[in-house]
């Protein structure tokens, strides 16, 4: 009998990588034939790890960032069990982009297969889904609201489910899709494999997977807040009047592939004409475009047609965009974390990148929480300092004021000497 706690259940397990070949893992000899004709040898550390484990047949939390394989390390071990056991495999991912994107890539090791797939994205015409549904797919790639949207139409059932992939779990619930879920799983079949990757594990996920994953094996990789390895990381100081300025003298420095990081659509809308009216090839994409919009922006700029991407957090992750030499933050994110999906945008495949994020005076704070994530200094240029505010009078018998330290008339947390620029 086991007596493991749910917490011990998920204390992460140590595995020494050996030099290992997909060939080593357990794999079926037909998908390792598919595999050797992508000219695929050597699997990446999360698949070396989250292969065998998934063979067997266990439910797998796998924390890894974007761009590890991670596909191909749900994808394998799904797939062999489809061929031996039938049933389905369903995989839940937050966004459209990323739904299409884990379709492409598992088309290529399904192909010699001969199994129906479909994707079920918001935004899609259901038309077309619905044909898609009615060829009985052994593989299903599915959006959560879209997914419940066809569960309420009786479209879609579930009781063929043998593999139940969350991908991308953290930024699911970032995005509130918690409720939608929590309903996917108890639809579900209880005898299942269940296997969750994440970037990060919040509480959430933790609550979640001690409810409806059995005995996990817990796989890490990479812990939060590890950033590629070859990115230059560098932070410049300014006023906020001044960063479009350095954004087109960035721009101009730098003659590779670009991608602009903004805290809002509006802002995405309004530095990409900018940059437009100034002569420069750039493309946006954000939550406010149509699928088919944000297919043909996602398009230009992969095939270079347009070499400067404008983006909301939409394009932080899971999207596998090569060659982007350099990220800038224009705005910094709202979380620390979503700096480190941000920035391994560039420097993948073992290829070199830089990023760059614009700061602001009075976001100090932001960047050193950002660089107690990732364990590391940033080389910080301040080209801009917090100006110091002027002491208010106040009428006799006030108290204090509304800024950081009592009758200080600053922030909290900056020093009170005063310097010109």
Do not use: W
Not at 119 to 145: C, D, H, V, W, Y
Not at 158 to 185: H, R
Not at 229 to 244: A, D, I
């Amino acid at each position: 009998m086991n007596t493991k706690t749910k917490e011990e259940q998920l204390t992460p397990i140590e595995v020494q990588l050996p030099k290992v070949k997909f060939s080593d893992l357990g794999i079926n000899p037909q998908i390792l034939k598919t595999l050797q004709g992508l000219n695929l040898d050597t699997p990446t550390p999360i698949q070396c790890q989250a292969i065998p484990v998934a063979l067997k047949g266990s439910d797998l939390v796998g924390i890894a960032q974007t761009g590890t394989g991670k596909t191909f390390a749900f994808g394998i071990p799904m797939l062999q069990k489809i061929i031996s056991e039938k049933g389905q495999g369903l995989v839940i991912v937050p966004t459209r982009e990323l739904a299409l994107q884990v379709a492409e890539s598992l088309k290529r090791i399904a192909k010699d297969f001969n199994f129906n797939m479909a994707t079920i994205i918001g935004g899609e015409n259901m038309g077309r889904q619905l044909f898609s549904l009615r060829k009985r797919p052994q593989i299903i790639i599915a959006t959560p609201g879209r997914l419940i949207d066809h569960l309420k139409r009786k479209t879609i059932r579930l009781d063929q489910v043998k593999t139940l992939v969350l991908d991308e779990a953290d930024m699911m619930f970032d995005l509130g899709f918690t409720p939608q879920i929590e309903e996917i799983l108890r639809q579900a079949p209880k005898e299942r494999q269940t296997m969750l990757f994440s970037a990060t594990m919040p509480p959430e996920i933790a609550r979640l997977t001690a409810n409806h994953l059995k005995l996990p094996v817990r796989i890490e990789v990479a812990p939060q807040g590890t950033t590629a390895k070859n990115v230059e990381q560098e932070v410049f100081v300014l006023r906020p009047s001044e960063k479009f300025s350095y954004l087109e003298k960035l721009i101009k420095e730098n003659a590779g592939s670009i991608l602009v990081f903004v805290r809002t659509r509006y802002s995405v809308r309004d530095i990409r004409k900018k940059l437009v009216s100034l002569g420069h090839n750039a493309t946006e994409i954000h939550s406010n475009l149509s699928l088919v919009q944000r297919r043909k922006s996602l398009e230009s700029f992969k095939s270079k047609r347009n070499r400067i991407m404008v983006a909301t957090d939409v394009a932080a992750r899971g999207l596998d965009i090569n060659g982007i030499e350099l990220v800038i933050n224009y705005d910094l994110p709202d979380s620390s974390p979503d700096y480190v999906h941000r920035i391994g945008r560039t420097a993948r495949a073992g290829k070199s990148g830089k990023a760059i994020s614009l700061a602001t005076p009075n976001q100090l704070k932001n960047i050193r929480d950002i660089e107690s994530l990732i364990k590391m200094t940033l080389n910080v240029t301040e080209h801009a300092k917090l100006e110091a505010i002027p002491q208010r009078k106040f009428s006799r018998g006030r108290r204090g004021n509304n800024f950081g330290r009592r009758g200080s008339g600053r922030p909290a947390g900056f020093h009170s000497r005063r310097k010109r620029f």
